[in-house]
């Protein structure tokens, strides 16, 4: 249960997060990747989404419906890439999900030993890590935090309990 992060105080609906789960969602990022390119998300998904059905049409008529040696490769390295990455996900989609109040200006990150206010604006930018090379962040996890700048990305807010929105 010392997983679980709670989003609350002035929102409409409080969020509860589990960290354990987002290494299967597509929204994930490559913190590394994503850090080097400067913050900015490296894909487009409509764009990223028309190359994938493309490419997969353009396999199709040239070699059947078979699987070729090349896809079954491509998923080999998605599936160690998964295992030895560093992901996080933006804090946006679950923030704006639990609808913060129109007199909320601040949002509050709760660690361990201290709170860190920061505006509500700056929070939509977070990104949240979730896992260092393929291994979940246990010891002073479960989450870290990272400004979308990067500025934090050697030394993010770590021991993250839980967020408040003020």
Do not use: C
């Not at 040239?62 to 070729?68: D, K, L, Q, S």
């Not at 890439?81 to 946006?92: D, P, S």
Request: proline share 5%; glycine share 8%.
């Amino acid at each position: 249960m010392e997983s679980i992060i709670l989003i609350k105080g002035r929102v409409k609906f409080p969020i509860t997060l589990d960290p354990g789960v987002w290494i299967f969602d597509d929204r994930k990022l490559d913190l590394d990747e994503f850090f080097a390119s400067g913050g900015k998300q490296a894909k487009n998904e409509l764009e990223e989404y028309t190359k994938s059905a493309s490419k997969h049409w353009d396999r199709e008529i040239t070699e059947g419906a078979i699987f070729p040696p090349t896809l079954k490769t491509e998923k080999k390295y998605e599936k160690e890439k998964v295992l030895t990455g560093t992901f996080g996900i933006e804090l946006r989609p679950f923030l704006t999900n639990a609808i913060p109040l129109e007199e909320a200006g601040h949002f509050i990150i709760e660690t361990k030993d201290e709170s860190l206010r920061f505006s509500l604006e700056d929070a939509f930018g977070f990104i949240l890590g979730f896992s260092k090379d393929g291994k979940p962040l246990k010891e002073d996890g479960p989450i870290y935090v990272y400004f979308k700048d990067g500025s934090n990305y050697t030394d993010p807010i770590k021991n993250v309990q839980g967020f408040y929105v003020e």
